[in-house]
């Protein structure tokens, strides 16, 4: 059977492993840990959603992975979500514990109110965002849903007036606590005469998984949370689905973090800290862009000196000891004339406003994330590619995919080789 090492077990990884199961090849995940896939906010997009489209269809390979996830809806007409920024956006897909006020556009929307946030405050702002909600496209009819405060006591403890959104949330995956919540609910909208078509919290609905369904079938209302800054339950939830889905796919996990890759005979092997080398058919690299750690700005005035700098660097660099060429634009990234390195302002937004290196910079790879014969890269850490969700994934699928079948090429011929024992050699570097 093929084998496929896949660095990284973020979204990108996830669908690059899962992926290479789908076609044949026995896959093994490196997970060195929390990145950027752990701080999503919920909503998933295929492309910036401040400029996005028309919802379009998802590619086949993105629909099994988030089957496989069950963790995600992508309405065929996209979603709209509100925030706890006092936002309504537009999205390709969501969490499913959020809630998508696109169904009831023009209907009325219950906000619970208690003191984790200001209810009335966002009420205001998501009813004045309907006319024409952040990121709105031009040819977009206007939204009228009307957001109302209802009080609710939904606390049940002193500590959960100021707690994490996450350790709230996570006290409702206990049944006996979300029927408790939903007592609550129920109580207060019996107290008022208006006829709501939506219910919307504070972020609570569980970290094991998402609990809006079971809420809204023991409330008799479509129940959602409001999307919560980076770093919340959403990000959680993901971690817990995709767990449940490698382990379904029989994908091995080694909870390590990945320092080098390099060329052995018949394939590619990879250090981690603490273990023995892995050795594989090939390698995809999903270690995330700046955010998830897979990237580094480096620029030479960060070198600790006590004049100059002592010689100029790149700017940015992979983590991980591998043989990539970093650009953007599709091109390498020169090295910096100066000793001081690139100025700042000449590579970032607001100063560069379209096409910011800071948002491009990467790995340079072909269209399916091949680098060179059996290792490929996903994910944020492409260079040029979307820094979106949906993106991620499918560039994982790809580089999967196609990992599968170099796998095929790269052992025909040879005979099976087993993971190199301790104190086996080192991979050569390429």
């Known amino acids: 059977m093929r084998r496929v090492v896949v660095v990284g077990a973020g979204i990108a990884g996830t669908g690059a492993a899962l992926a290479a199961t789908r076609a044949g090849a026995q896959a093994t995940i490196v997970d060195g840990g929390t990145g950027a896939s752990t701080l999503a906010t919920g909503a998933i997009d295929a492309e910036p959603w401040e400029t996005s489209g028309p919802a379009a269809p998802l590619p086949a390979g993105v629909c099994a992975v988030l089957d496989a996830l069950a963790s995600h809806r992508t309405p065929s007409g996209g979603a709209r979500l509100v925030t706890t920024a006092g936002i309504v956006r537009p999205a390709r897909g969501y969490d499913a514990a959020l809630l998508d006020v696109a169904p009831v556009a023009r209907g009325h929307v219950a906000v619970v109110g208690c003191a984790r946030w200001d209810a009335a405050a966002l009420a205001r702002a998501w009813s004045g965002a309907g006319e024409r909600s952040t990121g709105a496209r031009a ?32 006290r409702h995956d206990d049944e006996a606590r979300l029927g408790w919540m939903a007592e609550r609910l129920r109580d207060a909208l019996s107290r008022t005469d208006a006829r709501f078509d939506a219910l919307v919290l504070p972020p609570a609905l569980g970290v094991d998984r998402a609990r809006a369904d079971a809420l809204s079938k023991l409330v008799g209302l479509p129940c959602g949370e409001a999307m919560a800054l980076p770093g919340g339950p ?41 273990g023995d080398p892995i050795v594989a058919d090939a390698l995809v690299v999903a270690t995330g862009g700046l955010v998830g750690g897979g990237l580094a700005y480096t620029p030479s005035d960060a070198m600790p000196s006590s004049v100059l700098p002592p010689y100029a660097r790149p700017t940015f660099h992979a983590t991980l000891d591998a043989p990539f060429m970093i650009g953007a634009h599709g091109r390498v990234l020169e090295l910096p004339g100066s000793l001081y390195g690139v100025a700042p302002e000449s590579i970032a937004w607001p100063f560069v406003p ?51 079948v170099a796998g095929v090429t790269a052992s025909a011929g040879q005979s099976q080789q087993a993971s190199p024992s301790p104190g086996a050699a080192p991979p050569s570097r390429p």
């Open 139 to 170: 040819s977009e009819p206007a939204r009228s849903t009307r957001f109302t405060v209802v009080e609710a006591a939904i606390l049940r403890l002193a500590d959960e007036r100021a707690m994490p959104d996450a350790d709230f949330a996570a």
């Open 234 to 274: 959403s990000g959680l939830r993901f971690e817990a689905s995709r767990d449940r889905a490698l382990a379904r796919a029989a994908v091995h996990r080694v909870q390590s973090r990945a320092t080098r890759v390099g060329r052995v005979a018949g394939g590619w092997c990879v250090e981690a800290d603490g």
């Open 354 to 404: 379209e096409g910011s290196t800071f948002e491009r910079a990467g790995v340079l790879c072909e269209a399916d994330g091949r680098v060179a014969e059996g290792l490929y890269v996903a994910g944020e850490i492409v260079a040029d590619a979307p820094r979106t969700w949906l993106a991620a994934l499918a560039s994982g699928g790809r580089a999967g995919a196609a990992a599968a």
